[in-house]
């Protein structure tokens, strides 16, 4: 069956440190992945997918970047962190461009 | 912008009571429309879909397009449903946009 995971689950960062988010997925291959973001009153934001290694789309202009050095690994990156990037974020997969979309355990980053 | 729409961030209702959250969506044709629930403490997950017209944990949701709305029903109220609804939407680059999510509390 497949699972996907995300870590690390609760990251607390200081202002202008790097980010790295992981988000991995067994038991299938070749999957959509997305990075997600969901924050209070705005709900369900899609940041980036990617339908393939190294194929990364961006959704909306922001200070993360996202890349995909391996099939089922999805990495979630900032250089230097903003207060307006505390959220918590959630990865997905599916199969293909149609069909469900199943969600990781999320991350929740506080950025002091 | 292909979008939807969620009017109420909370809802409160009475066990056994009927609850219906609210989507509208943009209008652009046929659009395929999805409900995805957050239960507390688990992941977020599908609960439906329009084209299934299926009825799951009791929930139904009907696309009107006279009113491109898509809203999710309930005809008695559980209070394990108490969690976090979202309704989805597939863009033109088949990705699912989401509303910003109705928090529906059933009240014992």
């Known amino acids: 069956s497949q699972t996907i995971h995300q870590w690390p689950a609760t990251l607390v960062q200081p202002v202008g440190s790097p980010l790295s988010l992981e988000c991995t997925v067994e038991?299938?291959?070749?999957?959509?992945l997305y990075w997600y973001r969901q924050a209070a009153g705005r709900g369900l934001q899609l940041l980036f997918y990617?339908?393939?290694?190294?194929?990364i789309s961006s959704e909306v202009p922001q200070n993360l970047s996202a890349s995909r050095p391996q099939d089922r690994q999805f990495i979630l990156s900032s250089k230097k962190l903003l207060l307006s990037d505390s959220g918590f974020y959630l990865c997905?997969?599916?199969?293909?461009?149609?069909?469900?979309?199943?969600f990781g355990e999320g991350s929740r980053l506080t950025v002091l | 912008a292909q979008r939807v729409t969620q009017p109420e961030k909370l809802l409160s209702v009475f066990k056994g009571a009927p609850v219906e959250l609210k989507c509208n969506y943009s209008?652009?044709?046929?659009?395929?429309l999805f409900w995805y629930v957050q239960y507390s403490r688990q992941r977020l997950q599908l609960l439906l879909r329009?084209?299934s017209r299926e009825s799951i944990k009791g929930f139904t949701a009907d696309l009107n397009k006279g009113e491109t709305s898509f809203h999710l029903k309930k005809p008695f109220a559980q209070e394990e449903d108490s969690a976090m609804y979202y309704c989805?939407?597939?863009?033109?680059?088949?990705?699912?946009?989401f509303g910003t999510g109705t928090r529906l509390t059933v009240i014992p």
């Open positions: 209008y652009s044709g046929s659009p395929e």
């Open positions: 997905a997969w599916r199969r293909g461009q149609i069909g469900e979309l199943f």
């Open positions: 990617s339908v393939g290694i190294g194929q």
């Open positions: 329009h084209i």
């Open positions: 038991g299938t291959s070749n999957p959509n």
């Open positions: 989805a939407r597939i863009t033109g680059a088949n990705n699912l946009f």
